[in-house]
Nanobody
Framework: QVQLVESGGGLVQPGGSLRLSCTASGSILMVYGMGWYRQAPGKQRELVAGITGGGSTNYADSVKGRFTISRDNAKNTVYLQMNSLKPEDTAVYYC???????????????WGQGTQVTVSS
């Protein structure tokens, strides 16, 4: 069984920073792409940032230059450093990982439980 556990959300003032972490645990054989998505009330879930196993990254236009995604492959952990936060960044942030377990012969997509980020004065 695989679990993705997120941490680091909270309440921050506009212009502030937060760092999200997500660690995958369980009977993992290999972790491929990892990413962060977010869903604001009344809106669809959207990709915020993604990172491949080789370290290539991509970002939503709305966060380019403010957010940085990184990963520690030895720890099966992905991070999202969020700077210059705006009220419109308020959402539940979800971690996603494509990985292969010891039992499965193919990779599957797994999701974390979500962590709330609120940007407000």
């Amino acid at each position: 069984q695989v679990q993705l556990v997120e941490s680091g959300g909270g309440l921050v003032q506009p212009g502030g920073s937060l760092r999200l972490s997500c660690t995958a645990s369980g009977s993992i054989l290999m972790v491929y792409g990892m990413g962060w998505y977010r869903q604001a009330p009344g809106k669809q879930r959207e990709l915020v940032a993604g990172i491949t196993g080789g370290g290539s990254t991509n970002y939503a236009d709305s966060v380019k230059g403010r957010f940085t995604i990184s990963r520690d492959n030895a720890k099966n952990t992905v991070y999202l450093q969020m700077n210059s936060l705006k009220p419109e960044d308020t959402a539940v942030y979800y971690c996603n990982a494509e990985l292969k377990t010891l039992a499965a012969g193919t990779k599957y997509s797994y999701w974390g439980q979500g962590t709330q980020v609120t940007v407000s004065s």
